[in-house]
Structures are given as structure tokens and as C-alpha cells.
């Protein structure tokens, strides 16, 4: 999807949240969003916000040697995740669909969003799992098993640190020899890297890789030969989040979107309101058979 003008102010709420994260020198702060508004004013908006996004946390890596100024807080939601785990487990194994209630925990999961609420509590994360068991789900439940069934290769893309112990339950709920889970190449913001999914026990479950880009979202044009093979191959996407959709919303592949609506840009483009719970079929996927279109390039 393009990036629409409402998010030009998320992207200066970002580039000082990370900038603070970072360090406490005000004049670091400032050179920061200095060098962001001037990178924002030159943006083409034909391109996805998250592509402005990774431009974003390089500035601040520019700026700063701070490593990955989000560190702490990722941990912090790995940690209340693990702790929530067993009960959110045991409502699935209980459930009279546990392939549902485990989409709905996978995307309850993605209330973790620093890019969007700069703190999330466990308080929230509690809250957003007992009202993904009520809420309505946006998207064709039997749709997407059918899916699952019928693909030989799934690529599994996850999203933010702490979300990705949720991911456990629906892969759980999945065959699993089928799956190959993808997360970032590198950190930015609190998105899920190699070191959350080694926390997130997903290496003893399914294959993982990285897609060899530090971009909050999967921009093609931005990842590794290695994970575009992997993408190009796929029979299935199963695409975690916000950045994901945005990156991936005009692909042709066979994707399932999973994630809460969370901005009013996000609901112009998918007609509905903010909170919503999606599992959202790309409706511009074209089975391989029936186009001559070209893959992701290497």
C-alpha cells in the first residue's frame, strides 16, 4: 500500500520515540528529526510506510551507537508473553475450534506494537486476548484451513518481539513439517529478530530463517536471495501484522493477512474500524498457473 499523508506524523513519533530510547542528549534528538522531516519530504508516497521506516531507525543508528535501542522492551514482552503462554495454551487445547481460537490469539498478539503504542502493558496484552475470544474475526476461518491444507511450502512471516510466543499457538495448530518461519534480518523497532525466536522456543518447532533486512514490514526489493527463494516457493504466506499488509498488500501471492487494525490509514484500506481483528485473504492473488507474472526478484 502507499504511504497516505496521516503518516508522516507517526513517522516523526517514531524517529523521537527511538531517538529518546537511544539517548538523553536533546541535540541528538534534534539532528535526528531534522535529518527525518528532510528524509520525509523527499519520500515518493508510492512507497509503503514501513519504507520510511527502516530509513528512519538507520538515522538513528547514524546518530547514535546504541545497538538496538529497543533491546529492553522486546524483552520485557518475550518475558510477559512466556508467562501468559500456558493459560492462552490450555484455552485452545479446551476450545470447540482450536484452529480459530489460535488465529485469534495469534492476532490478539499483535496489540504488541511499539510503532504504535510506544508502551504496552501486560495489562493490555491480558485485556486484548479475553476480547479476541468475543470480537468478531474479519475473515474466512474454513478459507484459510482449506489453504493450509492444499500448500505443500508455508512461509510463515512474523511481526513483533513478544507476538511471536503467540505465533506458538497457531503454528501449534499447523503442520508444522510444512512451515518455514521468517523473521527480521536485522532490529528495528521491536520487531521480531533470529535472537526472539530462539526466546520464543520456535527453532525446536519449525525451521526459521531471517529475511536479511532490517525494514519493519517485508519489502522486497530489500531482502536477501536467500528468503525471496523461499518466498518465491511458497505455496502459502502467512503474514503477521501491520508492517507485513503494508509491504505485501499489493503482491499477487496466496497470503493471509493476521493483524489488529490499529490506524485510520490501515482502515481506509481495508473498510474496517480501528481494533478490528483481521484475517484478511489478498484479494490480488493469482495462482502461478494462471499468470505470467514474474516473481520477487533475486
Do not use: W
Request: charged share 25%; aromatic share 6%.
Amino acid at each position: 500500500m502507499n504511504t497516505f499523508f496521516d503518516c508522516i506524523p507517526c513517522f516523526m513519533r517514531q524517529a523521537l520515540d527511538a531517538a529518546r530510547r537511544a539517548t538523553s542528549d536533546e541535540r541528538i534528538h534534534e539532528a535526528i528529526l531534522r535529518k527525518t522531516l528532510a528524509a520525509a519530504s523527499q519520500m515518493d508516497l508510492c512507497q509503503s510506510p514501513p519504507a520510511m521506516g527502516y530509513k528512519i531507525h538507520r538515522i538513528v543508528r547514524e546518530h547514535v551507537d546504541a545497538g538496538d535501542p529497543y533491546r529492553e522492551v522486546k524483552a520485557q514482552s518475550n518475558q510477559c508473553a512466556l508467562e501468559l503462554l500456558p493459560k492462552m495454551q490450555a484455552k485452545v487445547e479446551n476450545a470447540s475450534d482450536r484452529l480459530e481460537t489460535a488465529i485469534r490469539f495469534a492476532i490478539a498478539g499483535n496489540i504488541i506494537d511499539i510503532a504504535v503504542k510506544a508502551d504496552v502493558s501486560e495489562v493490555d496484552v491480558a485485556g486484548a486476548f479475553e476480547d479476541a475470544l468475543h470480537a468478531p474475526l474479519c475473515g474466512d476461518v474454513t478459507a484459510f484451513a482449506d489453504a493450509v491444507a492444499q500448500a505443500e511450502r508455508i512461509l510463515y512471516l512474523t511481526d513483533n518481539a513478544g507476538e511471536i510466543v503467540f505465533d506458538r499457538l497457531l503454528i501449534d495448530e499447523l503442520p508444522r513439517e510444512k512451515i518455514t518461519v521468517a523473521v527480521r534480518g536485522g532490529a528495528v523497532i521491536n520487531d521480531a529478530t533470529m535472537e526472539d525466536a530462539q526466546v520464543a522456543g520456535l527453532p525446536e518447532r519449525v525451521r526459521v530463517i531471517d529475511n536479511g533486512a532490517d525494514v519493519p514490514g517485508t519489502l522486497l526489493s530489500e531482502c536477501s536471495p536467500a528468503f525471496l527463494k523461499e518466498y518465491n516457493e511458497a505455496d502459502l504466506i502467512i503474514a503477521k501484522g501491520q508492517g507485513n499488509y503494508e509491504t505485501l498488500s499489493h503482491q499477487s501471492e496466496n497470503i493471509f493477512f493476521l493483524f489488529k487494525v490499529k490506524c485510520p490509514v490501515i482502515v481506509q484500506d481495508v473498510g474496517e474500524p480501528v481494533g478490528s481483528m483481521m484475517l484478511h485473504k489478498n484479494p490480488h492473488y493469482t495462482p502461478k498457473n494462471e499468470t505470467d507474472a514474474t516473481p520477487a526478484q533475486v
